[in-house]
């Protein structure tokens, strides 16, 4: 199916790029390919012209992964770093890349709703790689119907997954502070959690040299939305049109967040930390607890010192009467409507995601597989990789999704929560009119953007 404009018009242009006052927009993108190819299901040579341009991240798909695409499929393959900023202009434009990295978790209803990314349908339809009942079902994050995710269209398709409220811990950190190791039998509570992360700071003087835990995971709206579910609650209304930050279940979580912040042992907004993420400072031996997911695993299948360091544990939970534990992300790949050269793109995809470097993902740790076939693969070689494996199948009968608002980026929402939490950090607000304020920029951001819409 072609589009007679491949472009957007100025309204669904403001509506992807001006997704709410104050929203950072940033995450690349590159020229599209000049040969326009139909936008049929096809497979074959017919297909292998062009240039292909791939979006990415550099660690997931860089020159590396394009060099051996354009080897496995005879297609010229070039990629470039993932830029939001530039992506909408290019889709502004109708002259997008061809494929594009996403976070089927929370892009796809916001990608569908405008109309911006292919229905992969019927390419699945006709997949040699992809059958329908190999498929897992964290995939249908990439689905959405216009109201909700988990049916409708395939949007994209995950690289890999995790349950992302999960915990590594570093052992050499809780033998230094002589404080027990946690057990994998059951989750810890968050009061449990945040009493170890204090008693596992480590400070010189009024200066933090190895942070007890790291409680933001991907980002801090979404982890009190799962904190929120643990509590019994929800934050985003049904018709996924509004937020409530102030039921009694979300201000459990913001006031444990805000608690956590405070002590001043991890990340935060005000002390962030100068790695950006927490793998370097896992590694280096100065983080004890890391919210991540299965996935970050990967770090340490060649590193052997951390290997025997290293041990991953369930969500966290405020009652296990309520146990969740949720995948926010499940990264992967979309194809842009007003690509030009869809069939190569399908081709690159369906390589990258379920041919030999899917396998070769699945081999390294790096996240679950979004095929059932390759879960197989998943490693137990190394005594911390058994382990981990163990812990991850022991979690996966809690796994939960939330469905997220098609009405506003996630950037954006996360913008307003980083400029108030400062002075709610600092005691100048309490909880109450913290959340108060988050609901009242939020909404504002939602029916801004519900109404770009119409």
């Not at 879960?375 to 991850?392: D, G, I, N, R, S």
Request: aromatic fraction near 8%.
């Amino acid at each position: 199916m072609t589009t007679a404009n491949p472009g957007l018009s100025r309204r669904r242009f403001l509506a992807l790029s001006g997704a709410a006052a104050g929203s950072a927009l940033a995450v690349g993108c590159a020229p599209a390919s000049s040969t326009k190819t139909p936008v049929t299901a096809a497979s074959g040579s017919a297909a292998k012209q062009g240039v292909v341009t791939v979006m990415s991240q550099a660690g997931e798909f860089g020159p590396k992964e394009a060099k051996a695409a354009g080897q496995a499929l005879g297609i010229t393959v070039k990629t470039v770093e993932y830029d939001l900023t530039k992506l909408t202009a290019m889709l502004a434009s109708g002259n997008p890349p061809d494929v594009v990295r996403g976070m089927g978790a929370t892009d796809t209803a916001y990608l569908a709703a405008r109309q911006v990314a292919e229905d992969l349908d019927p390419y699945f339809a006709k997949s040699t790689l992809i059958k329908a009942d190999d498929i897992d079902p964290v995939n249908d994050l990439w689905r959405f119907d216009g109201q909700k995710q988990g049916t409708g269209p395939r949007y994209g398709f995950a690289k890999d997954y995790s349950q992302d409220a999960m915990l590594w811990y570093n052992s050499a950190l809780f033998d230094a502070a002589k404080v027990a190791h946690p057990t994998s039998a059951e989750p810890l509570s968050f009061d449990e959690l945040l009493d170890l992360g204090k008693r596992l700071t480590r400070r010189q003087g009024a200066k933090v040299s190895a942070y007890g835990l790291n409680a933001n995971g991907l980002s801090v709206f979404i982890t009190l939305c799962g904190m929120t579910a643990s509590a019994g609650g929800k934050v985003l209304a049904d018709d996924l049109g509004s937020v409530d930050l102030t039921s009694p279940e979300a201000l459990r979580a913001i006031t444990w967040y805000l608690d956590y912040a405070k002590a001043g042992i991890g990340p935060t907004v005000l002390n962030p930390d100068p790695n950006g993420w927490d793998g370097p400072t896992f590694q280096a031996g100065r983080m004890a607890i890391a919210t991540d997911g299965y996935w970050f695993g990967g770090l340490f299948g060649s590193d052997a010192k951390n290997a025997k360091l290293a041990h991953l544990l369930p969500a966290p939970q405020f009652g296990t009467e309520h146990r969740i534990s949720p995948c926010y992300g499940a990264t992967g790949l979309w194809m842009p409507k007003a690509g030009k050269n869809k069939d190569a793109a399908w081709q690159v995809m369906e390589w990258f995601l379920a041919g030999d470097p899917a396998k070769t993902r699945a081999a390294g740790g790096w996240g679950i597989p979004p095929l059932k076939s390759l879960q197989k693969l998943m490693p137990q070689t190394q005594p911390f990789q058994k382990e981990a494996y163990q812990v991850q199948m022991a979690e996966q009968k809690y796994f939960s999704v939330m469905t997220f608002t098609p009405y506003v980026r996630l950037d954006a929402i996360d913008g307003v929560i980083s400029r108030e939490l400062p002075k709610a950090i600092k005691g100048t607000v309490s909880p109450a009119q913290f959340a108060d304020s988050l609901n009242g920029q939020i909404n504002a951001q939602l029916a801004d953007g519900k109404k770009r819409l119409r």
